[in-house]
């Protein structure tokens, strides 16, 4: 189990009366942990404690469900909204059945929460999860401190969990940042779009 994930899956969840019970088990998890991850939890919940439940909720949809460059659904980046990435939620789905991991109807399974969950659960896979995903994670970063968000140090804890960026890395994030996500190409042809 890795407490870094389950908490950063906990705190990237909506906002309800559930986080608010589980605020002081966040706190003791986060001071336990180093401090390029568990500093920003800190500094998160910090904010938490200070906003009302239903304002934290308020700004939890204007970032995450108003915002296209915010978005906590991973394949998203590296799909976009074409069939490529229905595939690919389905290979989460297998996934996480395999580990034992069931989701609820309202769950999909490429949100960060839910692939953070996995993760604790599974660290050598969730790190190879997270990993692939390292563009998307790296853009919703950046698109978290450009809006100033709080949530954007959650995200930070995420990235120093992971393996310093490379090259190639680097080179995945600038490309997405200036090209953003697939579009679906296929049976466009008929309306002058081509590849």
């Known amino acids: 189990m890795n407490p870094a994930w389950q908490a ?8 309800d009366e559930r986080l608010a019970d589980r605020l002081g088990l966040l ?16 500094r998160f919940l910090d904010h938490v404690e200070r906003t009302p439940l239903p304002q934290l909720a308020v700004d ?16 998203y980046y590296a799909h976009g909204d074409t069939r490529n990435r229905g595939m690919a939620l389905l290979r ?19 949100h ?12 050598d896979a ?3 999860l997270l990993g692939e995903h ?39 994030v600038a490309r997405l940042a200036a090209q953003g996500p697939p579009a679906e190409q296929v049976g466009l042809a008929a309306y002058g779009v081509s590849r």
């Open 27 to 42: 706190r003791k998890v986060a001071g336990a942990l180093e401090g390029p991850v568990g500093a920003p939890l800190l």
């Open 112 to 123: 960060l929460a839910v692939v953070l969950e996995y993760a604790a659960a599974e660290p």
């Open 134 to 172: 390292r563009a998307g994670l790296e853009l919703l970063r950046a698109a978290l401190h450009d809006a100033r968000s709080p949530w954007a140090d959650v995200l930070d804890s995420v990235s120093a969990t992971l393996p310093p960026l490379h090259g190639d890395h680097h080179v995945a």
């Open 60 to 75: 939890y949809v204007a970032t995450f469900d108003h915002r296209k460059r915010c978005c906590l659904f991973l394949t």
């Open 126 to 128: 969730g790190a190879v």
């Open 8 to 15: 950063q899956s906990l705190l990237l969840d909506y906002p």
């Open 92 to 110: 989460l789905k297998q996934a996480y059945a395999e580990a034992g991991l069931r989701l609820t109807d309202e769950e999909l399974p490429d």
